[in-house]
């Protein structure tokens, strides 16, 4: 059974950095792609990056291009978004996704699995 646990929210002025960590588990996620989605009060989910596994391939939403960095790493099965330069618009609860397809995909309705989700706040 696949699970996904988010885990690095927290609270952080504008222009801080956080990283959140996706650790997932439950089978191999060799031809998988993970998305991490953010989701505001009132608002879509909405997609903030995602890598594919097996090569490391990233897409990034152009909010967070630059910004914003996705890696793997393989040993511990975990996917984390190194977060810098935040802004207030950035507060919402992020989560961690997995989609088994041939292409990374950036609808949240194309993704299988989910996480519980983590606080990420920015204060200004």
């Known amino acids: 059974q696949v699970q996904l646990v988010e885990s690095g929210g927290g609270l952080v002025q504008a222009g801080g950095s956080l990283t959140l960590s996706c650790a997932a588990s439950?089978?191999?996620?060799?031809?998988?792609?993970m998305g991490w989605f953010r989701q505001a009060p009132g608002k879509e989910r909405e997609f903030v990056a995602a890598?594919?596994?097996?090569?490391?391939?990233?897409v990034y939403a152009d909010s967070v291009k630059g910004r914003f960095t996705l890696s793997r790493d393989s040993s511990k099965n975990t996917v984390d978004l190194q977060m810098n330069s935040l802004k207030p618009e950035d507060t919402a609860v992020y989560y961690c996704?997995?989609?088994?397809?041939?292409?990374?995909?950036?609808?949240?309705?194309?993704?299988?699995?989910w996480g519980q989700g983590t606080q990420v706040t920015v204060s200004s």
């Open positions: 996704a997995a989609d088994r397809g041939i292409a990374i995909m950036t609808r949240h309705i194309d993704y299988d699995y």
């Open positions: 439950g089978r191999s996620f060799s031809d998988y792609n």
């Open positions: 890598i594919r596994w097996s090569v490391s391939s990233t």
